[in-house]
């Protein structure tokens, strides 16, 4: 069985405000900011991303436990513009994070000024609860989903 792609390497996020989301990631959900990172001037840059004199800062982020990444990304040129990210939207796009306990996570973000698009909630399968997970928002709106798993999700 030939697999095309290796592995996932990482995901990326267009953000408005770089320190702001690295905050929000870092301080909140607890991943490990590993560099932020300009990029200017390089035409590899221009030729992958289709734009002329990409001006960036990148935000690169680690889980501990493992191998994800998180890149957060901030255009000064092109300047970024936002768009509506409701989920419905074609090209809308989550991140989901397994997490030990979701309405604590959820408490600490609105505690923090954060919202959600509806507090958590119990996923029952066949009678009994196999989950609770809520769609956070993150700094931009983003939908960040956080899920407790009590089974095997999965294959439920």
Do not use: W
Request: negative net charge; aromatic residues 8%.
């Amino acid at each position: 069985h030939n697999m095309t792609i290796n592995r996932c390497h990482h995901h990326g996020f267009t953000v408005s405000d770089l320190d702001r989301s690295v905050a929000f990631y870092r301080d909140l959900l607890g991943l490990e900011l590993v560099r932020i990172s300009p990029r200017r001037n390089l035409p590899e840059y221009d030729h992958i991303l289709g734009y002329e004199n990409v001006a960036l800062t990148v935000g690169l982020l680690r889980h501990p436990a493992d191998e994800f990444l998180l890149e957060l990304i901030q255009y000064e040129n092109p300047q970024g513009t936002t768009r509506d990210l409701q989920n419905a939207f074609v090209g809308a796009s989550h991140l989901a994070f397994e997490v030990s306990d979701v309405q604590q996570i959820y408490d600490k973000l609105i505690a923090a000024g954060f919202g959600a698009i509806n507090p958590p909630i119990d996923i029952e399968r066949d009678g009994s609860v196999v989950a609770r997970a809520v769609y956070a928002l993150d700094p931009d709106g983003i939908s960040i989903e956080l899920f407790q798993e009590f089974g095997d999700v999965v294959n439920s």
